[in-house]
C-alpha cells in the first residue's frame, strides 16, 4: 500500500482502478499479479504472487530440478517443415501487443498469428512409453518409468531437457523399491550442453557418455555419478549440460527373478515370466530346452515322455523401473534474465554476431567478442552489462566453442556511480593470471569472488596479449555466466502513470510492507 495523505476519504466500494494499481480511500493499492504486471519490474530478481513481490532467493548448488514447474526460457522464432515437430517440453502461445492483440504477419498472402515458443524443463524426448517419462521428475518414489517390454530395446531411453546450458557437478539416478520394481540391468548416462527444439532432429545433439553401468545389476537402487568439465581451469567445477538422456542398455526380459510356480499364477498376467522348461537324459541329467520361439518350448516339452520331463523354472518378469532422477548443479544464472529484467547488453564498435547470445542459456547460439583495440576512433570490444538492478556477484564462468578460447580477458564492475569527472567508478574483478590464457588455452574458465562484490555493471574485454588483434578475431563465447547467492543488493520497481484525484496536493508519501530482516523499502 502506497499511503498518499492527501486526506480525502473515498468509501472503498468507490475505488477506482488503473492498470497497475487501485485507488482506495487514501491509498494506492497494488497488490495482484496483474496489477504489477504493468510495472516496470527487474523480473530476474523478483518473484511476483498472489501475495505480490518478494525478492527472488539465488541460490548456489542445489538440484536444478526443483525449478521444473517456475523455469521458462523464451525461443527465437522457429519454422518447422512438413513432418517436423517441437520437442515435447516446447510451449506454443499467440504472441500479444501491449494492447493484448495478437499479432500478425503475412504468410502466402494470408495473415497468421507470430507464435511465441517457450521451453520447459521437463522430458523432451522419449523412445518408449511416453505417458508415464514424467514421473521421474516428480520426487515421488513410488512413481516411475517404464520402458514398455513388447517395445525393442533400442527404444528404451527417455530424454530430460534442463532448458538451458548448466554447470552439473553429479547426476542421481534412483529405482523403485524392492517390492514396486527392479533397476535397470545396464544403462549409460549421455548428455549435451545443447538441445535441437525440433523432435525428429535428435541427431544432431552432439551426445557424450558422461556415465555407465558394465556389470549386470539386480540390486543396486541409487547410482550417483560425479561430472567434469574438458577443457577445464583447476577452479571449474561440474559439466556444462542442457540435455540428459538415460538408455537402458541390457535387460534380463523375462527371467527377472526366479519364484515358485503358485506364486507365478497369482501374478498378474502382466508380471509373469519366462517358464523355462528341462529336459531329462538316462542319467538324471537337466538341460534346459531351448527353442527359437518359446510357445515352441512348451510343446517340445510335453511331447517328451513322462521320465524325460524334467522341472520347470517359473519367472517373474523384469520390470525395470525408473523412479526419478536429480541434477545437482549451479542454476540460477543472473545471465539469462538480464534482458527481461529490463538490463541491457552492448558492445562498442561492430560485432558480426549480438552479444545476447552469450547470455541466453543456449550454449550453441555464440557472440564472437571482438579483441579490444582502436578501430577508425572507436574503442573496438568493449562489452557493458547492464544487470538491471544491483547484485551481490559471487562467479563468473566463461565458456567459449571449439577451439577459439579466450586468450585473455578483464573484467570490472560499478555500482553506476560516478566520480569528480562524470565518468563511471569502475573496480578490477579478474585476476592478473586471465590477462593470458595463451599457455593453458582453456574453454572454460571459472572466476569466484570471496566475498562477493556488490555491482550494477560489468564490464568485460578480451585481448591477444601476444598480437593484439592481427589473425585473432575474438573467442566465440557461448555463455558468460554470472552467479549470485542470497537476495538482490537492490530493485527498483516502476509503476506507470499514477492519476490522482483532481485537485489534490500530496502532503506525505508512505509505504506499507513487508520487508525480510536485513531489507528496507524507499
Request: glycine content about 8%.
Amino acid at each position: 500500500y502506497l499511503h498518499t495523505g492527501w486526506g480525502i476519504n473515498v468509501h472503498p466500494a468507490a475505488a477506482q482502478s488503473g492498470k497497475g494499481y487501485q485507488l482506495v480511500g487514501d491509498h494506492i493499492v497494488v497488490n495482484t499479479p496483474s496489477e504489477w504486471a504493468n510495472w516496470s519490474l527487474p523480473f530476474h530478481a523478483i518473484e511476483v504472487t498472489d501475495e505480490g513481490v518478494a525478492p527472488h532467493l539465488f541460490r548456489q548448488r542445489y538440484n536444478l530440478l526443483d525449478d521444473r514447474e517456475t523455469f521458462v526460457r523464451t525461443l527465437p522464432e522457429i519454422n518447422l517443415r512438413k513432418k517436423e515437430h517441437f520437442i515435447l517440453n516446447v510451449d506454443s502461445t499467440e504472441t500479444l501487443d501491449v494492447r493484448g492483440n495478437i499479432i500478425t504477419k503475412k504468410k502466402s498472402g494470408v495473415f497468421i498469428p507470430v507464435w511465441t515458443y517457450q521451453v520447459r524443463m521437463g522430458i523432451s524426448r522419449v523412445g518408449s512409453n511416453a505417458a508415464t517419462a514424467a514421473n521421474i521428475l516428480d520426487g515421488d518414489p513410488n512413481t516411475y518409468w517404464e520402458p514398455d517390454p513388447n517395445d525393442l530395446i533400442d527404444d528404451w531411453w527417455v530424454e530430460v531437457d534442463l532448458g538451458r546450458v548448466v554447470p552439473v557437478d553429479s547426476l542421481v539416478v534412483r529405482f523403485v523399491d524392492e517390492e514396486l520394481g527392479d533397476p535397470f540391468t545396464k544403462f549409460r548416462l549421455l548428455t549435451s550442453p545443447w538441445q535441437v527444439p525440433v523432435l525428429e532432429k535428435s541427431r544432431d545433439i552432439g551426445f557424450e557418455l558422461s556415465g555407465l553401468t558394465t556389470i549386470p545389476n539386480k540390486d543396486q537402487r541409487q547410482f550417483e555419478f560425479a561430472l567434469t568439465q574438458q577443457s577445464a581451469d583447476p577452479e571449474w567445477t561440474g559439466q556444462l549440460m542442457e540435455t540428459i538422456r538415460i538408455i537402458v542398455s541390457d535387460t534380463r526380459g523375462g527371467r527377472g527373478r526366479l519364484i515358485g510356480e503358485e506364486e507365478w499364477l497369482a501374478l498378474d498376467p502382466n508380471e509373469r515370466g519366462d517358464i523355462v522348461y528341462f529336459a531329462e537324459d538316462k542319467v538324471g541329467f537337466e538341460e534346459p530346452i531351448v527353442e527359437k520361439e518359446k510357445s515352441e518350448e512348451k510343446a517340445v516339452y510335453e511331447a517328451l515322455s513322462q521320465e524325460r520331463q524334467g522341472r520347470k523354472e517359473f519367472y517373474i518378469r523384469e520390470r525395470p523401473r525408473l523412479a526419478d532422477i536429480e541434477v545437482w548443479g549451479w542454476g540460477d544464472n543472473v545471465s539469462t534474465g538480464i534482458i527481461s529484467g529490463g538490463g541491457n547488453i552492448t558492445v562498442t564498435g561492430s560485432s558480426a554476431t549480438s552479444p545476447g547470445a552469450a547470455f541466453d542459456g543456449d550454449f550453441k547460439s555464440v557472440f564472437q567478442h571482438a579483441v579490444r583495440e582502436r578501430v577508425s576512433f572507436i574503442e573496438r570490444g568493449i562489452l557493458i552489462i547492464d544487470l538491471g538492478a544491483t547484485f551481490w556477484l559471487d562467479a563468473m564462468r566463461l565458456a567459449t566453442a571449439g577451439a577459439d578460447q579466450s586468450e585473455g580477458y578483464a573484467v570490472r564492475s560499478s555500482l553506476g556511480d560516478f566520480d569528480t569527472n562524470g565518468l563511471l567508478r569502475w573496480r578490477k574483478l579478474s585476476p592478473p593470471m586471465r590477462e593470458d590464457n595463451t599457455l593453458e588455452r582453456y574453454n572454460n574458465i571459472l572466476d569466484a569472488y570471496d566475498p562477493p562484490t556488490k555491482m550494477k555493471l560489468l564490464e568485460v574485454i578480451q585481448f591477444n596479449p601476444v598480437s593484439r588483434g592481427g589473425y585473432y578475431v575474438g573467442p566465440d563465447v557461448s555463455e558468460y555466466m554470472l552467479f549470485s547467492e542470497g537476495y538482490a543488493a537492490e530493485v527498483v520497481l516502476t509503476s506507470d502513470l499514477i492519476e490522482v484525484p483532481a485537485g489534490r496536493n500530496l502532503g506525505a508519501i508512505t509505504w506499507e510492507a513487508e520487508t525480510p530482516p536485513g531489507t528496507q523499502l524507499e
